[in-house]
């Protein structure tokens, strides 16, 4: 078993009994909201990471550190959970139960998780005209569109929905191109 699909077993059950008290308060675009911007900031804190996935710190330690940056922020049961995960030694997965529980919302409101790969930006119009054009293909009620630039592709695009993916990049084409030639 690889080590995502570990991460994600595990991940599982506590993003699931987030997702059952939110909808039980019916708070679930509040927690999405909290733990959006509590991944962004995981994300972006390379110190606070290694501070939490680090043994040695002592479940004090790292209770007293979450409380000191995020009690304020975010709802006391989020914060309890938390500590919860400190307790149980989960805290290290915790971006991985926070991306469980937005990839489930999104499925339970019906929305579309499509990753766009690009050598440079899309501009705004771009970007409407190829949700417009996957909530079509897809069926759709909403798209969310995670963009990412990624140079090497020379130019065009790759979008991933699931475990589609539609490569319209000139590195795929050049690809196609060279295993076409290798063949013959």
């Known amino acids: 078993m690889s080590n995502q699909n570990f991460e994600e077993k595990i991940a599982l059950p506590y993003a699931e009994a987030l997702i059952a ?27 606070l990471q290694a ?54 919302t999104y499925l339970l409101e019906s929305i579309t998780i499509v990753e766009l790969y690009s050598a440079v930006d899309l501009n705004e119009e771009q970007q409407i005209a190829l949700i417009d054009k996957i909530k079509l293909m897809t069926c759709s009620n909403e798209i969310k569109l ?3 630039n990624d140079s090497n592709l020379i130019g065009g695009f790759i979008i991933k929905i699931g475990s589609k993916i539609i490569d319209a990049s000139l590195r795929g084409k050049l690809n196609k191109i060279s295993l076409y030639l290798n063949a013959n």
């Open 21 to 47: 008290h939110a909808q039980s308060l019916n708070i679930l675009d509040q927690y999405k909201s909290e733990l959006s911007s509590m991944l962004l900031i995981l994300s972006e804190s390379k110190d």
């Open 146 to 148: 995670v963009a990412k």
């Open 51 to 104: 501070f939490l996935l680090n043994p040695l710190n002592s479940n004090l330690s790292k209770k007293e550190v979450l409380k000191k940056l995020f009690e304020n922020q975010f709802d006391s049961f989020i914060m309890n959970f938390l500590l919860v995960l400190v307790d149980r030694r989960r805290i290290f997965f915790l971006s991985t139960i926070i991306e469980k529980y937005l990839k489930i």
